[in-house]
C-alpha cells in the first residue's frame, strides 16, 4: 500500500514562503491526480490544490490561488507545494493524498478514510 508523508512545513512570518514535498513509499504516484488538503487548527479540512498525473492541469482553492502552485515530479515520486506571500490564515497541518482526477480530490476528500492521508506537515505563519 502507498504510504504518503508530507514534509518541508515550519515557522515563517506573513508574507514568506515554504515549499512543501509529498512522497510516496511503498508504490508510485505517477498514474494519480495528486492534491493538497489543511486543516486549520479547530477547523475541518480544506481543499487546497489539485494536479493531474500529466501535470498538464491543476485545480486550486479560492483562498491560495495566485499565492500557491502545486507541481509535480514523477520521476522522484513528489508532489509539490509552492507558497507564497502567505498569510496566518494559512496556519494549518498540511496532507496529501491520491485519486483518479483533481476533480475527485477537491469533491470526495471529505470521504477518504484516515489511512488514506499519511503524515501531515504543520505550517506556522505568524503576523
Known amino acids: 500500500q502507498v504510504q504518503l508523508v508530507a514534509s518541508g512545513g515550519g515557522l515563517v512570518q506573513a508574507g514568506g514562503s515554504l515549499r512543501l514535498s509529498c512522497t510516496a513509499s511503498?508504490?508510485?504516484?505517477?498514474?494519480?491526480?495528486m492534491g493538497w488538503f489543511r486543516q486549520p487548527p479547530g477547523r475541518v479540512r480544506e481543499f487546497v490544490a489539485a494536479?493531474?498525473?500529466?501535470?498538464?492541469?491543476?485545480l486550486y482553492g479560492d483562498s491560495v490561488k495566485g499565492r500557491f502552485t502545486i507541481s509535480r515530479d514523477n520521476l522522484k515520486n513528489t508532489v509539490y507545494l509552492q507558497m507564497n506571500s502567505l498569510k496566518p490564515e494559512d496556519t494549518a497541518d498540511y496532507y496529501c493524498?491520491?485519486?483518479?482526477?483533481?476533480?475527485?480530490?477537491?469533491?470526495?476528500?471529505?470521504?477518504?478514510?484516515?489511512?488514506?492521508w499519511g503524515r501531515g506537515t504543520q505550517v506556522t505563519v505568524s503576523s
Open positions: 493524498a491520491s485519486d483518479s482526477s483533481p476533480e475527485r480530490l477537491r469533491s470526495n476528500f471529505e470521504q477518504y478514510e484516515r489511512d488514506r
Open positions: 511503498g508504490g508510485t504516484l505517477r498514474f494519480y491526480a
Open positions: 494536479i493531474r498525473w500529466t501535470g498538464d492541469s491543476t
